[in-house]
Nanobody, 127 residues
């Protein structure tokens, strides 16, 4: 079992930046592919970015390319999401997720690829 705890959310003006962190604890001896999702009120949860176990493969949703950067520090069991040039439409609860598939070498993109989820952190971008 893996527990994921996100932090770093908050209120920021449009054009500002935030860095989200997700710390994994519990059974973390194996490395996991990790992803960040978000869910705005009345909308489905959608993937924002994901990173493979090694960090060598990264996926970004089109709406964050060039603005967000995902990274990981396996020594600290932590994955980050650096968010720059934030827009009001980025307002959502952001969730960290971990993929337990030993054989997957790429950055997973689908909701069903993930086995563990954090509680989420609110990001609000004011105009």
């Amino acid at each position: 079992q893996v527990q994921l705890v996100e932090s770093g959310g908050g209120l920021v003006q449009a054009g500002g930046s935030l860095r989200l962190s997700c710390v994994a604890s519990g059974r973390t001896g194996s490395s996991y592919a990790m992803g960040w999702f978000r869910q705005a009120p009345g909308k489905d949860r959608e993937i924002v970015a994901s990173i493979s176990k090694s960090g060598g493969n990264i996926y970004y949703a089109d709406f964050v390319k060039g603005r967000f950067t995902i990274s990981r520090d396996n020594a600290k069991n932590t994955v980050y999401l650096q968010m720059n040039s934030l827009k009001p439409e980025d307002t959502a609860v952001y969730y960290c997720a971990a993929d337990n598939n030993y054989y997957r070498s790429y950055a997973p993109r689908e909701f069903d690829d993930y086995d563990y989820w954090g509680q989420g952190t609110q990001v609000t971008v004011s105009s």
